[in-house]
């Protein structure tokens, strides 16, 4: 079994400050781990995914997550916001092993205020 | 690379009708692919997995007759709405998981979603 917890479900910062996105998860099976953005009305692009190698993940637009067995958290994080950041984002747990089934979390809003 | 297209991006029925949506993987081949439905503000489900070359997979609570999906060849998908009626009309995802599974990756690739709207 797997899941997955998105601990904000709206995140609001201003724009140029960090951003703090918190994911939890739970796997019996090796997992991948990824975070996916959805604007409006837009299917899902991937911002970056973990695959059991380095712990500290750099993906597109500046974003980046590091994987913390220990507390079973995939936080993602940048260090300034743009206004073009604001969208649904999306922490998903996936397996091989598990026939390739993603879980999703619910989902957290950000909102960038200028 | 890696490429997802859903075609209609949008669509308006009238109850009753049926509607096909097609889920391509435009740059590399898809034994699985995913088909999802999303309410507003809401997170994506899973519906059911589509394999090529085999009867799809439907997720618990998902009517199969309801909800067709063929998968004919390794880049395309389809998903059949049968007499569609207002409380089908949702946003419909696909996404697509490159090579074989087997040992393959895990990295779904999502299509840009289709709107339905029956009436």
């Known amino acids: 079994a797997q899941s997955v917890t998105q601990l904000d479900s709206h995140v609001s910062v201003s724009e140029g400050t960090p951003v703090l996105l918190r994911c939890n998860y739970s796997?019996?099976?090796?997992?991948?781990l990824f975070w996916y953005v959805q604007h409006p009305n837009k299917g899902l692009q991937l911002l970056l995914k973990?695959?059991?190698?380095?712990?500290l993940v750099k993906g597109i637009n500046g974003f980046e997550a590091e994987f913390k067995k220990s507390e079973t958290s995939f936080h993602l994080t940048k260090p300034s916001a743009h206004m073009s950041d604001a969208a649904e984002y999306f922490c998903?747990?996936?397996?091989?092993?598990?026939?390739?089934?993603?879980?999703f979390g619910d989902g957290t809003t950000l909102t960038v205020k200028p | 690379g890696a490429v997802v297209s859903q075609h209609p991006s949008r669509v308006i029925c009238k109850s009753g009708t049926s509607v096909k949506i097609e889920c391509r993987s435009l740059?590399?081949?898809?034994?699985?692919m995913f088909w999802y439905r999303q309410f507003p503000k809401q997170s994506l489900m899973l519906m059911a997995t589509?394999?090529?070359?085999?009867?799809?997979?439907?997720e618990q609570g998902v009517e199969k007759d309801k909800f067709l999906i063929n998968h004919a060849s390794l880049t395309l998908s389809t998903l059949t709405v049968t007499s569609a009626h207002p409380e089908d009309s949702s946003f419909y995802i696909c996404?697509?998981?490159?090579?074989?599974?087997?040992?393959?990756?895990?990295?779904?690739?999502f299509g840009p979603g289709t709107r339905l709207t029956v009436l």
């Open positions: 589509s394999n090529e070359g085999s009867k799809a997979t439907y």
């Open positions: 998903v747990v996936s397996a091989w092993t598990n026939a390739g089934k993603s879980t």
């Open positions: 796997s019996s099976y090796s997992p991948s």
């Open positions: 740059d590399f081949q898809a034994t699985t």
């Open positions: 973990y695959t059991s190698a380095a712990t």
């Open positions: 996404s697509a998981l490159p090579g074989n599974l087997a040992g393959g990756t895990d990295t779904q690739y």
